[in-house]
Nanobody, 131 residues
Framework: QLQLVESGGGLVQPGGSLRLSCAAS????????????IGWFRQAPGKEREGLSC????????NYPNSVKGRFTTSRNNTKNTVYLQMNSLIPDDTAVYYC????????????????????WGKGTLVTVSS
């Protein structure tokens, strides 16, 4: 059974940085098939869940909002079976619950950035940006 555990959230002042981690079990990042994808989503209060980035075996797809571009970076460590979301220069609008999600039936392209396409979800980690 594929499982995802996020960590790294918390309270940070504007301008600060956080690195979120998503530890995956049930499949290994360095050997996973083209049918898998793992991604980052976030849901701010009163807003819909939005896809930020996803990692497939060969590519990293991003759909960062304009407000995020240049500040967030997605990466992975195959040895640790973990994906990361590095968030710099945080602003209050980044306040949200951040989720890691995965699918074992990846349909290709940017489909992994759609919440409905993901079959497995972590519990989420809350990021609060406030002074």
């Amino acid at each position: 059974q594929l499982q995802l555990v996020e960590s790294g959230g918390g309270l940070v002042q504007p301008g600060g940085s956080l690195r979120l981690s998503c530890a995956a079990s049930g499949f290994t990042l360095d050997t996973y098939a083209d049918t898998y994808a793992i991604g980052w989503f976030r849901q701010a209060p009163g807003k819909e869940r939005e896809g930020l980035s996803c990692i497939t075996r060969s590519f990293i797809y991003t759909n960062y909002p304009n407000s995020v571009k240049g500040r967030f970076t997605t990466s992975r460590n195959n040895t640790k079976n973990t994906v990361y979301l590095q968030m710099n220069s945080l602003i209050p609008d980044d306040t949200a619950v951040y989720y890691c999600a995965a699918t074992a039936t990846y349909g290709g392209g940017f489909s992994c950035l759609t919440a409905n396409a993901m079959n497995f979800w972590g519990k989420g980690t809350l990021v609060t940006v406030s002074s």
